[in-house]
């Protein structure tokens, strides 16, 4: 019988996070395959627990995915854990289940600490709809390109990035949706030295600019108000004779439509009354 693949979830700063499931799982998993053996065998010791490990990052991926592949077909069950959070969440670790997904094996994933989600949650912004961007781009026209992308964008964006290009990157997201939109900047999650600072984007560049920037960064900013269609006069009578239909005074109908299609109340009111302008 085929083996699993499951995806571990790690503490991204406070090693409490690791949740029983997880450690659990790590501790029944025939191997594990590692971003950095280092960095989880201080997981391992911390859970008293010793498995044999293998590495799987982005400079081996290509040859040690299908390895890991051969072994789970081979009836072997893997746990798969990143330096910090969850696999496959803006690192390799999605290829190696894209990977087996083609091949038909089964993977597991087991829920627990993830950066994009802490941010979110705590940063203040609207969470009903949102875009992860994960990094942007190094290569600066493809940087610009994605930018622009977002130039419209409602839903609150989350970008993952390093300390040593958070100038650069909150001067691109200046340029693109000004200074005046609120953001939060989220550094050092569940860490000792956390801090969520809620403030606008001309804010943190001022901030960061002052003070060099340490520690990792999840940066999320909130969408572009939605835009009124402005002076769309035919969608604000047909819409002011439906809310009449649906019983609505004139007058609050003629206010509502007016809000939502940018048009005068007052016009829309002597339009339906025949009043003159
Ligand atoms: N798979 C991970 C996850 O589930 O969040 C993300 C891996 S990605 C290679 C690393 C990036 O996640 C960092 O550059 C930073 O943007 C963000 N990150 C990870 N830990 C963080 C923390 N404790 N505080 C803020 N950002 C963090």
Redesign the pocket.
Known sequence: MAGKLYLV?TP??NLGDISRRAAETLEAADFIAAEDTRVTMKLLNHLKLKKPMVTYHRHNCDTAGPAILRRLEAGETCALV?D????A???PGEDLVALCAANGTEVEAIPG????TV?LSVSGLPTGRFTFEG?LPLNKKNRRAQLESLAAEERTMIF???PHKLRSTLNDLADTFGPERPMAV??????LHEQVLRLTIGEAQARYFAQEPR????LVVAGRPPQKEEGDETGALSRAEQLRQEGVPLKQAAAQAAQEFGVKKRWIYNQITGKED
């Open positions: 979830p991204i700063g990143t910090a959070g969850t696999p969440i803006s690192d600490p993830c950066a994009l941010a990094f993952y990035e390093a989220c550094r050092e999650l569940t860490k520690g990792e960064f999840v």
